[in-house]
């Protein structure tokens, strides 16, 4: 079974750009997470969709970041403008409805200089 | 609401030695409780988890953990250590069936195997 999908793996922008980073989930969960993980420190959930609503976005700096799931399938994450604290890994997971495991891909770091 | 307070942010063992990484949490309703491994530049990956079914649970790779209600606390252990092991450990709570799957993760726990 292919595992949850993230592109790229690696990115550095500079201060102020913009930039998208893309997910795949695993065939058949409706429900998408978007985590950030900042170095030396636990994942901070940013947003939840179900489908393609959105279940949770409390965490989420509507200011500049922004997210997608059309056809509630692929979702892109966006920031911009991107800060110098924006620097951390970006953690695509994907679950089940209503199941308790979420599968988690495997990041894509952002560096922003 | 729910948090996850891991202790010691650094634990080292000795290849063969006893591994305990600490875990308490707080939540407002029954919690569901999980412990994730990461290896670097890797996403996350599922040791076990708890789910108000028996409350001593075996993962992968021979971790364990016990719920303990009454210390609301949540320990990972294994009883030999392997080099393997070494990795960056996170415990995380979700709301169980009211609090939908958002988890809300520990501050995380460095594991170093010395040989």
């Known amino acids: 079974e292919a595992g949850v999908a993230q592109s790229p793996r690696y990115k550095i922008i500079e201060k102020r750009q913009s930039v998208a980073f893309w997910c795949n989930p695993i065939?058949?969960?409706?429900?998408l997470y978007w985590y950030q993980q900042i170095l030396g420190q636990g994942p901070k959930l940013l947003i939840q969709f179900q489908n393609n609503g959105v279940v949770d976005d409390s965490q989420l700096p509507k200011d500049r970041f922004s997210a997608e799931r059309l056809k509630g399938v692929d979702s892109t994450l966006k920031i911009q403008p991107a800060k110098l604290e924006d620097s951390a890994v970006y953690l695509c997971?994907?679950?089940?409805?209503?199941?308790?495991?979420?599968?988690f891909g495997q990041g894509t770091r952002l560096t922003v200089v | 609401a729910q948090s996850v307070t891991q202790l010691g942010s650094h634990v080292s063992v000795s290849e063969g030695a006893l591994v305990l990484l600490r875990c308490n949490y707080s939540s407002s309703v029954p919690p569901y409780l999980f412990w994730y491994v990461q290896y670097p530049n890797q996403g996350l990956q599922l040791l076990l988890k708890y789910t108000s079914a028996a409350t001593l649970v075996k993962g992968i790779n021979g971790f364990e953990a016990e719920f303990k209600k009454s210390e609301t606390s949540f320990h990972l252990t294994k009883p030999s250590a392997h080099m393997s092991d070494a990795a960056e450990y996170f415990c995380?709570?979700?709301?169980?069936?009211?609090?939908?799957?958002?988890?809300?993760f520990g501050q995380g726990t460095r594991l170093t195997i010395n040989p």
């Open positions: 995380a709570v979700s709301g169980g069936i009211q609090g939908a799957q958002k988890l809300v």
């Open positions: 065939s058949g969960h409706a429900t």
């Open positions: 997971a994907s679950s089940f409805t209503g199941d308790t495991e979420a599968f």
